[in-house]
Protein backbone atom coordinates (compact mmCIF):
# COMPACT_ATOMS: atom_id res chain seq x y z
CA UNK A 1 0.00 0.00 0.00
CA UNK A 2 1.10 3.46 -0.67
CA UNK A 3 1.79 5.29 1.94
CA UNK A 4 -0.31 8.36 2.97
CA UNK A 5 3.57 10.54 3.47
CA UNK A 6 6.44 10.05 2.29
CA UNK A 7 9.56 12.38 1.86
CA UNK A 8 12.33 11.48 0.17
CA UNK A 9 15.85 12.90 0.67
CA UNK A 10 14.40 16.38 1.86
CA UNK A 11 16.71 19.08 1.98
CA UNK A 12 16.04 22.82 3.14
CA UNK A 13 16.89 25.55 4.89
CA UNK A 14 16.80 29.39 5.82
CA UNK A 15 18.48 31.69 3.80
CA UNK A 16 22.36 30.21 3.88
CA UNK A 17 21.84 28.22 6.83
CA UNK A 18 20.91 24.66 5.85
CA UNK A 19 18.48 22.93 8.55
CA UNK A 20 17.23 19.29 6.99
CA UNK A 21 20.02 18.06 5.41
CA UNK A 22 18.65 14.56 3.63
CA UNK A 23 15.60 13.86 5.75
CA UNK A 24 13.31 10.51 4.29
CA UNK A 25 10.13 9.45 6.64
CA UNK A 26 7.25 8.03 5.64
CA UNK A 27 3.76 7.50 7.27
CA UNK A 28 1.05 4.84 6.40
CA UNK A 29 -2.41 5.36 6.73
CA UNK A 30 -4.28 5.65 9.84
CA UNK A 31 -0.33 5.72 11.53
CA UNK A 32 0.23 8.11 14.46
CA UNK A 33 3.90 8.91 14.13
CA UNK A 34 5.72 11.56 16.34
CA UNK A 35 9.37 13.14 15.51
CA UNK A 36 11.72 13.38 18.27
CA UNK A 37 14.77 15.76 18.29
CA UNK A 38 16.24 18.18 20.38
CA UNK A 39 15.80 22.14 19.66
CA UNK A 40 16.84 23.24 16.16
CA UNK A 41 17.02 19.40 14.81
CA UNK A 42 14.65 20.25 12.42
CA UNK A 43 10.92 19.01 13.66
CA UNK A 44 9.18 22.31 12.94
CA UNK A 45 10.87 22.80 9.91
CA UNK A 46 9.97 19.48 8.84
CA UNK A 47 6.32 20.12 9.90
CA UNK A 48 6.37 23.39 7.84
CA UNK A 49 7.98 21.75 4.76
CA UNK A 50 5.45 19.03 4.69
CA UNK A 51 2.09 22.15 5.03
CA UNK A 52 4.20 24.04 2.44
CA UNK A 53 5.16 26.94 4.03
CA UNK A 54 8.61 26.36 3.44
CA UNK A 55 9.80 25.56 0.04
CA UNK A 56 12.26 22.12 0.09
CA UNK A 57 15.65 22.72 -1.90
CA UNK A 58 15.70 19.11 -3.19
CA UNK A 59 13.73 16.26 -2.52
CA UNK A 60 10.07 15.18 -2.77
CA UNK A 61 7.03 14.95 -1.17
CA UNK A 62 5.07 12.45 -1.90
CA UNK A 63 1.31 12.65 -0.79
CA UNK A 64 -0.81 9.70 -1.66
CA UNK A 65 1.81 8.67 -4.10
CA UNK A 66 1.71 12.11 -6.01
CA UNK A 67 4.52 14.88 -5.56
CA UNK A 68 3.14 18.03 -3.79
CA UNK A 69 6.80 20.37 -3.36
CA UNK A 70 5.14 22.64 -5.59
CA UNK A 71 1.54 22.81 -4.29
CA UNK A 72 1.11 25.85 -2.87
CA UNK A 73 0.15 25.59 1.27
CA UNK A 74 -3.49 26.70 0.45
CA UNK A 75 -3.96 24.05 -1.98
CA UNK A 76 -2.73 21.53 0.24
CA UNK A 77 -5.17 22.36 2.95
CA UNK A 78 -7.68 21.37 0.40
CA UNK A 79 -6.20 17.76 -0.03
CA UNK A 80 -6.16 16.99 3.54
CA UNK A 81 -3.68 18.04 5.14
CA UNK A 82 -3.66 20.64 8.27
CA UNK A 83 -1.30 21.51 11.06
CA UNK A 84 -1.51 22.98 14.26
CA UNK A 85 1.53 24.89 14.25
CA UNK A 86 4.44 25.37 16.09
CA UNK A 87 3.10 28.38 18.94
CA UNK A 88 -0.16 27.85 18.42
CA UNK A 89 -0.46 30.70 15.69
CA UNK A 90 -4.76 31.18 16.72
CA UNK A 91 -6.12 34.13 15.86
CA UNK A 92 -5.79 36.38 18.85
CA UNK A 93 -8.84 38.98 18.23
CA UNK A 94 -10.87 36.63 16.64
CA UNK A 95 -13.43 34.53 18.73
CA UNK A 96 -13.29 30.80 19.41
CA UNK A 97 -16.37 30.23 17.18
CA UNK A 98 -14.76 32.66 13.97
CA UNK A 99 -11.19 30.90 14.44
CA UNK A 100 -12.75 27.27 14.18
CA UNK A 101 -14.60 28.56 10.66
CA UNK A 102 -11.59 29.99 9.44
CA UNK A 103 -10.04 26.41 10.14
CA UNK A 104 -13.04 24.64 7.89
CA UNK A 105 -12.24 27.82 4.83
CA UNK A 106 -11.52 25.50 2.41
CA UNK A 107 -14.57 24.57 0.18
CA UNK A 108 -14.51 20.80 0.95
CA UNK A 109 -14.63 21.39 4.62
CA UNK A 110 -17.56 24.04 4.41
CA UNK A 111 -19.80 21.30 3.42
CA UNK A 112 -18.89 19.05 6.29
CA UNK A 113 -18.87 22.22 9.07
CA UNK A 114 -21.88 21.43 11.03
CA UNK A 115 -20.86 17.73 11.60
CA UNK A 116 -17.38 19.06 11.95
CA UNK A 117 -18.20 21.35 14.79
CA UNK A 118 -20.43 19.08 16.73
CA UNK A 119 -16.97 16.73 16.77
CA UNK A 120 -14.93 19.56 18.00
CA UNK A 121 -16.84 20.34 20.65
CA UNK A 122 -17.17 17.34 21.83
CA UNK A 123 -13.71 16.43 21.80
CA UNK A 124 -12.95 19.61 23.63
CA UNK A 125 -15.75 20.61 25.73
CA UNK A 126 -14.26 23.47 26.53
CA UNK A 127 -14.28 25.67 23.63
CA UNK A 128 -17.67 25.20 23.37
CA UNK A 129 -18.41 26.71 27.28
CA UNK A 130 -15.55 29.45 25.29
CA UNK A 131 -16.76 29.82 21.87
CA UNK A 132 -17.45 33.63 22.25
CA UNK A 133 -14.39 34.43 23.76
CA UNK A 134 -11.57 36.04 22.20
CA UNK A 135 -8.74 33.73 21.38
CA UNK A 136 -6.35 35.68 22.81
CA UNK A 137 -7.17 36.37 25.85
CA UNK A 138 -7.52 32.57 26.80
CA UNK A 139 -4.58 30.25 28.24
CA UNK A 140 -2.44 28.25 27.10
CA UNK A 141 -3.96 25.01 27.09
CA UNK A 142 -7.19 26.57 25.95
CA UNK A 143 -5.23 28.11 23.06
CA UNK A 144 -3.71 24.75 22.15
CA UNK A 145 -7.24 23.24 22.12
CA UNK A 146 -8.40 25.60 19.88
CA UNK A 147 -5.13 25.09 17.32
CA UNK A 148 -5.80 21.60 17.24
CA UNK A 149 -9.53 21.91 17.03
CA UNK A 150 -9.43 24.52 14.35
CA UNK A 151 -6.76 21.88 12.60
CA UNK A 152 -9.50 19.37 12.66
CA UNK A 153 -12.23 21.64 11.29
CA UNK A 154 -10.54 21.77 7.71
CA UNK A 155 -11.56 17.94 7.70
CA UNK A 156 -7.73 16.78 7.39
CA UNK A 157 -6.83 13.30 6.28
CA UNK A 158 -3.25 13.79 7.38
CA UNK A 159 -2.98 16.05 10.80
CA UNK A 160 0.08 17.42 12.00
CA UNK A 161 0.83 18.87 15.29
CA UNK A 162 3.73 20.56 16.23
CA UNK A 163 4.38 20.46 19.80
CA UNK A 164 0.85 19.97 21.49
CA UNK A 165 2.03 19.85 25.15
CA UNK A 166 4.12 22.81 25.08
CA UNK A 167 4.26 25.44 27.54
CA UNK A 168 0.56 23.04 29.16
CA UNK A 169 0.42 22.05 32.75
CA UNK A 170 0.55 17.84 33.19
CA UNK A 171 -3.11 17.55 33.49
CA UNK A 172 -3.67 19.12 30.22
CA UNK A 173 -1.39 17.55 28.51
CA UNK A 174 -3.08 14.32 29.53
CA UNK A 175 -6.45 15.96 28.23
CA UNK A 176 -4.88 16.83 24.64
CA UNK A 177 -3.19 13.63 24.39
CA UNK A 178 -6.37 11.59 25.07
CA UNK A 179 -7.87 14.07 22.23
CA UNK A 180 -5.06 12.85 20.07
CA UNK A 181 -5.37 9.45 20.73
CA UNK A 182 -9.31 9.49 20.19
CA UNK A 183 -8.88 11.29 16.74
CA UNK A 184 -6.58 8.74 16.18
CA UNK A 185 -9.33 6.24 16.19
CA UNK A 186 -10.82 7.41 13.36
CA UNK A 187 -8.32 6.65 11.15
CA UNK A 188 -6.19 10.08 10.39
CA UNK A 189 -2.94 9.53 9.89
CA UNK A 190 -1.17 11.86 12.76
CA UNK A 191 2.61 13.19 12.42
CA UNK A 192 3.45 15.56 15.26
CA UNK A 193 6.41 16.87 16.77
CA UNK A 194 7.11 16.29 20.26
CA UNK A 195 9.39 17.53 23.23
CA UNK A 196 8.15 15.54 25.36
CA UNK A 197 9.09 12.13 24.76
CA UNK A 198 7.69 9.64 27.64
CA UNK A 199 4.17 11.40 26.90
CA UNK A 200 4.72 11.13 22.98
CA UNK A 201 6.12 7.45 22.76
CA UNK A 202 3.12 6.23 24.81
CA UNK A 203 0.44 7.11 21.94
CA UNK A 204 2.92 6.65 18.85
CA UNK A 205 3.02 3.69 17.01
CA UNK A 206 6.32 4.69 15.48
CA UNK A 207 8.84 7.65 15.75
CA UNK A 208 11.82 8.87 13.75
CA UNK A 209 14.63 10.97 15.75
CA UNK A 210 16.01 14.14 14.32
CA UNK A 211 19.72 14.87 14.86
CA UNK A 212 21.23 17.71 12.93
CA UNK A 213 19.14 17.82 10.37
CA UNK A 214 19.01 13.76 9.98
CA UNK A 215 17.30 11.09 10.67
CA UNK A 216 19.03 9.90 13.56
CA UNK A 217 17.36 6.53 14.59
CA UNK A 218 13.67 5.42 13.77
CA UNK A 219 11.83 2.12 14.84
CA UNK A 220 8.42 1.26 16.65
CA UNK A 221 8.17 2.94 20.23
CA UNK A 222 9.14 0.20 21.93
CA UNK A 223 11.75 0.21 20.26
CA UNK A 224 13.15 3.72 20.73
CA UNK A 225 11.59 3.59 24.19
CA UNK A 226 14.35 1.19 24.72
CA UNK A 227 17.15 2.63 22.27
CA UNK A 228 20.23 4.28 24.26
CA UNK A 229 20.46 7.01 21.92
CA UNK A 230 16.82 8.20 22.84
CA UNK A 231 17.56 7.42 26.36
CA UNK A 232 20.79 9.14 26.80
CA UNK A 233 19.66 12.32 24.79
CA UNK A 234 15.79 12.38 26.09
CA UNK A 235 15.30 10.42 29.43
CA UNK A 236 17.90 11.73 31.00
CA UNK A 237 19.43 8.28 31.58
CA UNK A 238 23.30 8.15 31.64
CA UNK A 239 24.35 5.86 28.92
CA UNK A 240 26.93 2.52 30.33
CA UNK A 241 30.00 1.98 28.40
CA UNK A 242 28.65 -0.88 26.50
CA UNK A 243 25.45 1.51 25.23
CA UNK A 244 28.08 4.24 24.34
CA UNK A 245 30.16 2.16 22.14
CA UNK A 246 27.33 1.45 20.03
CA UNK A 247 26.02 4.76 19.68
CA UNK A 248 29.69 5.39 18.41
CA UNK A 249 28.97 2.10 15.97
CA UNK A 250 25.75 3.68 14.77
CA UNK B 1 -29.11 82.32 16.45
CA UNK B 2 -27.55 78.97 18.03
CA UNK B 3 -24.22 77.93 15.75
CA UNK B 4 -24.17 74.72 17.64
CA UNK B 5 -26.69 72.78 15.67
CA UNK B 6 -24.96 74.12 12.08
CA UNK B 7 -21.68 73.32 13.49
CA UNK B 8 -22.76 69.62 14.43
CA UNK B 9 -24.40 68.76 11.55
CA UNK B 10 -21.48 69.91 9.09
CA UNK B 11 -19.02 68.01 11.19
CA UNK B 12 -21.27 65.05 10.76
CA UNK B 13 -21.48 64.94 6.98
CA UNK B 14 -17.89 65.75 6.91
CA UNK B 15 -17.29 62.82 9.26
CA UNK B 16 -19.07 60.49 6.87
CA UNK B 17 -16.85 61.76 4.33
CA UNK B 18 -13.75 61.30 5.96
CA UNK B 19 -14.62 57.93 7.11
CA UNK B 20 -15.09 56.38 3.24
CA UNK B 21 -11.66 58.34 2.28
CA UNK B 22 -9.78 56.96 4.78
CA UNK B 23 -11.14 52.91 5.13
CA UNK B 24 -9.60 52.23 1.55
CA UNK B 25 -6.01 53.38 3.02
CA UNK B 26 -6.95 51.42 6.35
CA UNK B 27 -7.94 48.28 5.01
CA UNK B 28 -4.90 48.36 2.33
CA UNK B 29 -2.56 49.05 5.46
CA UNK B 30 -4.33 46.71 7.16
CA UNK B 31 -3.58 43.66 5.20
CA UNK B 32 -1.09 44.66 2.99
CA UNK B 33 1.17 46.24 5.31
CA UNK B 34 1.71 48.96 2.99
CA UNK B 35 0.56 52.69 2.88
CA UNK B 36 -0.75 53.29 -0.67
CA UNK B 37 0.81 56.72 -1.65
CA UNK B 38 -1.45 56.63 -4.96
CA UNK B 39 -4.74 56.59 -2.82
CA UNK B 40 -4.89 60.15 -3.39
CA UNK B 41 -4.70 59.87 -7.03
CA UNK B 42 -7.32 57.05 -7.44
CA UNK B 43 -9.60 59.68 -5.69
CA UNK B 44 -8.71 62.16 -8.60
CA UNK B 45 -9.52 58.67 -11.14
CA UNK B 46 -12.63 58.73 -9.17
CA UNK B 47 -13.92 62.60 -9.73
CA UNK B 48 -12.72 62.60 -12.77
CA UNK B 49 -14.48 59.35 -14.09
CA UNK B 50 -17.35 61.07 -12.46
CA UNK B 51 -17.15 64.00 -13.91
CA UNK B 52 -16.54 62.67 -17.85
CA UNK B 53 -19.96 60.81 -17.46
CA UNK B 54 -21.56 64.22 -16.62
CA UNK B 55 -20.49 66.08 -19.06
CA UNK B 56 -19.74 63.93 -22.32
CA UNK B 57 -22.79 60.98 -21.55
CA UNK B 58 -24.78 62.59 -19.42
CA UNK B 59 -24.97 60.04 -16.44
CA UNK B 60 -25.47 61.42 -12.52
CA UNK B 61 -22.21 60.45 -10.74
CA UNK B 62 -24.53 58.20 -8.77
CA UNK B 63 -25.58 56.11 -11.56
CA UNK B 64 -22.02 56.07 -12.99
CA UNK B 65 -20.94 55.21 -9.39
CA UNK B 66 -21.16 51.21 -9.55
CA UNK B 67 -19.45 51.20 -12.93
CA UNK B 68 -16.72 53.40 -11.47
CA UNK B 69 -16.04 51.37 -8.20
CA UNK B 70 -15.70 48.08 -10.27
CA UNK B 71 -13.61 49.86 -13.11
CA UNK B 72 -11.71 51.00 -9.72
CA UNK B 73 -11.61 47.26 -7.95
CA UNK B 74 -9.86 46.17 -11.24
CA UNK B 75 -7.37 48.56 -11.56
CA UNK B 76 -6.78 48.34 -8.14
CA UNK B 77 -6.39 44.26 -8.88
CA UNK B 78 -3.88 45.41 -11.74
CA UNK B 79 -2.12 48.03 -10.22
CA UNK B 80 -1.09 45.36 -7.08
CA UNK B 81 -0.23 42.03 -10.00
CA UNK B 82 2.11 44.24 -11.78
CA UNK B 83 3.70 46.65 -9.41
CA UNK B 84 2.94 46.23 -5.66
CA UNK B 85 3.04 42.53 -5.44
CA UNK B 86 6.70 42.39 -6.31
CA UNK B 87 7.39 45.02 -3.35
CA UNK B 88 5.81 42.65 -0.47
CA UNK B 89 8.80 41.67 1.19
CA UNK B 90 11.09 44.41 0.14
CA UNK B 91 11.91 46.91 2.76
CA UNK B 92 9.76 49.81 3.69
CA UNK B 93 11.24 52.44 2.00
CA UNK B 94 11.03 50.60 -1.40
CA UNK B 95 7.37 50.59 -0.99
CA UNK B 96 6.90 53.98 -0.19
CA UNK B 97 9.04 54.85 -3.54
CA UNK B 98 7.22 52.74 -5.28
CA UNK B 99 3.42 54.11 -4.60
CA UNK B 100 4.66 57.37 -4.50
CA UNK B 101 6.17 57.11 -8.04
CA UNK B 102 2.94 55.19 -9.05
CA UNK B 103 1.18 58.48 -8.02
CA UNK B 104 3.02 61.03 -9.61
CA UNK B 105 2.98 58.76 -12.67
CA UNK B 106 -1.25 58.67 -12.57
CA UNK B 107 -1.23 62.55 -11.67
CA UNK B 108 0.68 63.42 -14.86
CA UNK B 109 -1.03 61.05 -16.59
CA UNK B 110 -4.52 62.92 -15.95
CA UNK B 111 -2.26 66.43 -16.32
CA UNK B 112 -1.48 65.26 -19.95
CA UNK B 113 -4.84 63.63 -20.65
CA UNK B 114 -7.49 66.50 -19.05
CA UNK B 115 -5.04 69.26 -18.41
CA UNK B 116 -4.64 70.81 -15.26
CA UNK B 117 -7.71 73.15 -15.67
CA UNK B 118 -10.03 73.28 -12.75
CA UNK B 119 -13.37 71.61 -13.35
CA UNK B 120 -17.15 71.05 -11.66
CA UNK B 121 -19.73 68.58 -12.39
CA UNK B 122 -22.77 70.44 -11.77
CA UNK B 123 -25.68 68.24 -11.07
CA UNK B 124 -28.60 69.32 -10.28
CA UNK B 125 -28.74 68.75 -6.76
CA UNK B 126 -25.25 70.22 -6.51
CA UNK B 127 -26.10 73.72 -4.70
CA UNK B 128 -29.61 73.15 -3.51
CA UNK B 129 -29.89 72.71 0.28
CA UNK B 130 -33.15 73.30 2.69
CA UNK B 131 -33.43 74.51 6.39
CA UNK B 132 -34.11 71.70 8.46
CA UNK B 133 -34.96 74.16 11.46
CA UNK B 134 -32.58 76.49 12.04
CA UNK B 135 -29.87 74.23 10.45
CA UNK B 136 -29.04 74.76 6.58
CA UNK B 137 -28.66 71.25 5.09
CA UNK B 138 -26.48 70.94 1.89
CA UNK B 139 -28.30 68.52 -0.32
CA UNK B 140 -24.82 67.32 -2.00
CA UNK B 141 -23.08 67.20 1.08
CA UNK B 142 -26.06 64.75 2.51
CA UNK B 143 -26.40 62.61 -0.72
CA UNK B 144 -22.51 62.04 -0.14
CA UNK B 145 -22.75 61.32 3.50
CA UNK B 146 -25.61 58.34 2.69
CA UNK B 147 -23.47 57.15 0.19
CA UNK B 148 -20.45 57.09 2.34
CA UNK B 149 -22.28 55.33 5.52
CA UNK B 150 -23.63 52.92 2.77
CA UNK B 151 -20.42 51.73 1.77
CA UNK B 152 -18.78 51.90 4.97
CA UNK B 153 -21.74 49.55 6.48
CA UNK B 154 -21.42 47.08 3.73
CA UNK B 155 -17.62 46.89 4.35
CA UNK B 156 -17.76 46.34 7.85
CA UNK B 157 -20.65 43.87 7.39
CA UNK B 158 -18.33 42.29 4.83
CA UNK B 159 -15.50 42.03 6.80
CA UNK B 160 -17.25 40.58 9.39
CA UNK B 161 -19.67 38.07 8.28
CA UNK B 162 -18.49 36.95 4.79
CA UNK B 163 -16.48 34.16 4.38
CA UNK B 164 -13.98 36.39 2.59
CA UNK B 165 -14.08 39.39 4.24
CA UNK B 166 -13.15 36.86 7.61
CA UNK B 167 -10.63 35.25 5.73
CA UNK B 168 -9.34 38.88 4.43
CA UNK B 169 -9.08 40.09 8.28
CA UNK B 170 -7.38 36.55 9.22
CA UNK B 171 -5.14 37.15 6.52
CA UNK B 172 -4.18 41.05 7.88
CA UNK B 173 -3.57 39.28 11.83
CA UNK B 174 -0.99 36.19 10.80
CA UNK B 175 -0.65 35.27 6.87
CA UNK B 176 1.62 32.21 7.76
CA UNK B 177 -1.51 31.14 10.04
CA UNK B 178 -4.46 32.16 7.26
CA UNK B 179 -2.17 30.22 4.60
CA UNK B 180 -2.69 27.05 7.13
CA UNK B 181 -6.23 27.41 7.02
CA UNK B 182 -6.49 26.72 3.62
CA UNK B 183 -6.45 30.30 2.58
CA UNK B 184 -5.04 31.52 -1.02
CA UNK B 185 -2.85 34.42 0.57
CA UNK B 186 -1.92 36.25 -2.46
CA UNK B 187 -5.47 36.44 -3.75
CA UNK B 188 -6.88 38.42 -1.09
CA UNK B 189 -3.89 40.29 -1.10
CA UNK B 190 -4.79 41.57 -4.71
CA UNK B 191 -8.31 41.18 -3.50
CA UNK B 192 -8.37 43.58 -0.65
CA UNK B 193 -6.35 46.30 -2.57
CA UNK B 194 -8.26 45.92 -5.38
CA UNK B 195 -11.39 47.07 -3.01
CA UNK B 196 -8.90 49.76 -1.13
CA UNK B 197 -8.84 51.54 -4.72
CA UNK B 198 -12.37 50.60 -5.02
CA UNK B 199 -13.33 52.63 -1.81
CA UNK B 200 -11.10 55.69 -2.89
CA UNK B 201 -12.86 55.69 -6.75
CA UNK B 202 -16.18 55.98 -4.36
CA UNK B 203 -14.79 58.84 -2.55
CA UNK B 204 -13.44 60.75 -5.86
CA UNK B 205 -17.01 60.13 -7.30
CA UNK B 206 -18.86 61.50 -4.00
CA UNK B 207 -16.56 64.72 -3.95
CA UNK B 208 -16.86 65.01 -7.96
CA UNK B 209 -19.85 67.06 -7.55
CA UNK B 210 -19.07 68.95 -4.31
CA UNK B 211 -15.51 69.87 -4.61
CA UNK B 212 -13.21 71.63 -7.68
CA UNK B 213 -11.73 68.55 -9.80
CA UNK B 214 -8.19 68.91 -10.60
CA UNK B 215 -5.18 66.22 -11.21
CA UNK B 216 -4.17 67.45 -8.07
CA UNK B 217 -6.80 67.10 -5.90
CA UNK B 218 -6.37 63.87 -4.67
CA UNK B 219 -2.89 64.91 -2.17
CA UNK B 220 -4.62 66.80 0.04
CA UNK B 221 -7.26 63.92 0.76
CA UNK B 222 -4.32 61.65 1.00
CA UNK B 223 -2.34 63.39 3.78
CA UNK B 224 -6.04 63.70 5.51
CA UNK B 225 -6.60 59.87 5.47
CA UNK B 226 -2.70 59.34 6.60
CA UNK B 227 -4.20 61.60 9.41
CA UNK B 228 -7.15 60.01 9.65
CA UNK B 229 -5.60 56.49 9.59
CA UNK B 230 -2.56 57.35 12.75
CA UNK B 231 -4.98 58.94 14.77
CA UNK B 232 -7.26 55.80 14.69
CA UNK B 233 -4.90 53.38 15.19
CA UNK B 234 -3.39 52.00 11.68
CA UNK B 235 -5.37 49.16 10.26
CA UNK B 236 -8.60 49.58 12.76
CA UNK B 237 -11.59 50.36 11.06
CA UNK B 238 -12.90 51.26 13.78
CA UNK B 239 -10.67 53.29 14.73
CA UNK B 240 -10.74 54.83 11.34
CA UNK B 241 -14.04 55.74 12.01
CA UNK B 242 -13.35 57.26 14.97
CA UNK B 243 -10.19 59.09 13.70
CA UNK B 244 -12.51 60.56 10.78
CA UNK B 245 -14.55 61.95 13.22
CA UNK B 246 -11.92 63.59 15.31
CA UNK B 247 -10.98 65.28 12.29
CA UNK B 248 -13.79 66.37 10.79
CA UNK B 249 -15.44 67.57 13.89
CA UNK B 250 -12.47 69.50 15.15
CA UNK B 251 -11.78 71.04 11.17
CA UNK B 252 -15.22 72.25 11.37
CA UNK B 253 -15.17 73.86 15.25
CA UNK B 254 -12.07 75.75 14.02
CA UNK B 255 -13.64 76.80 10.91
CA UNK B 256 -16.72 78.09 12.78
CA UNK B 257 -15.38 79.50 15.97
CA UNK B 258 -11.71 80.63 15.19
CA UNK B 259 -11.36 84.20 12.99
CA UNK B 260 -10.15 83.40 9.72
CA UNK B 261 -10.50 79.77 10.94
CA UNK B 262 -11.44 78.24 7.30
CA UNK B 263 -8.00 78.71 6.70
CA UNK B 264 -6.37 77.21 9.82
CA UNK B 265 -8.65 74.38 9.63
CA UNK B 266 -6.43 72.67 6.70
CA UNK B 267 -3.99 72.47 8.99
CA UNK B 268 -5.12 70.35 11.46
CA UNK B 269 -4.97 67.07 9.88
CA UNK B 270 -0.89 67.73 9.96
CA UNK B 271 -1.31 68.78 13.75
CA UNK B 272 -3.03 65.76 14.98
CA UNK B 273 0.05 63.74 12.91
CA UNK B 274 2.62 65.40 14.75
CA UNK B 275 0.16 65.20 17.89
CA UNK B 276 -0.45 61.62 17.91
CA UNK B 277 2.63 60.67 16.94
CA UNK B 278 4.57 62.32 20.27
CA UNK B 279 1.91 61.35 22.75
CA UNK B 280 0.17 58.00 21.46
CA UNK B 281 1.90 56.55 18.35
CA UNK B 282 0.01 53.30 17.90
CA UNK B 283 -3.45 55.53 17.33
CA UNK B 284 -6.59 55.16 19.16
CA UNK B 285 -7.30 51.67 18.89
CA UNK B 286 -4.14 50.43 17.45
CA UNK B 287 -1.95 47.79 18.55
CA UNK B 288 1.84 47.69 17.91
CA UNK B 289 3.22 46.18 15.53
CA UNK B 290 6.32 44.57 14.95
CA UNK B 291 8.13 45.23 11.68
Known sequence: ????????????????????????????????????????????TTTRVVSGLLAPWAGEIRYAGENIATVPAHKRVELGICLSPEGRQVFPNFSVYE??????????????????????????????????????????GEQQMLAIGRALM?????LMLDEPSLGLGPKIIIDVYEAVASIAKRGLS???VEQNVQAALMIAHRGYVLANGHIAAEGTSAELRSSPLVQEAFLGKKPSRQDLSEVHRA | MDLLPQVFSDALLLAGLYTLMAVGLSLGFGVLRIINFAQGEMIMLGAYGAFWGLTLLGVDPIISLPVLV?????????????????????????????????????????????SGNARSATTAYATESAFVGDVLVVYS??????????????????????????????????????????????????????VSCALSVATGVVVSFILTITPFMGFPMLIKSIAIVILGGLGSIAGTVIGAFVLAFSETFVSYYVPDGAGWAEGIAFLLIIGILILRPRGILGQTVET
Open chain 1, 99 to 140: NLLLGSFSKKARLRRTEMFDEVYGLFPRLAERRKQKAGLMSG
Open chain 1, 154 to 158: GCPKL
Open chain 2, 141 to 194: RLIAFAIATIMVVALIAWLRWSETGRATRAVAENRAAAALMGIDVDRIYAMSFG
Open chain 2, 70 to 114: VAGFALGWLIFRGFVAKVLDAPHINQILLTFGLALAIQHIAIILW
Open chain 1, 190 to 192: ILF
Open chain 1, 1 to 44: MTPILELINIRVGYGQSVVLQDVSLNLREGEIVCLLGANGAGKT
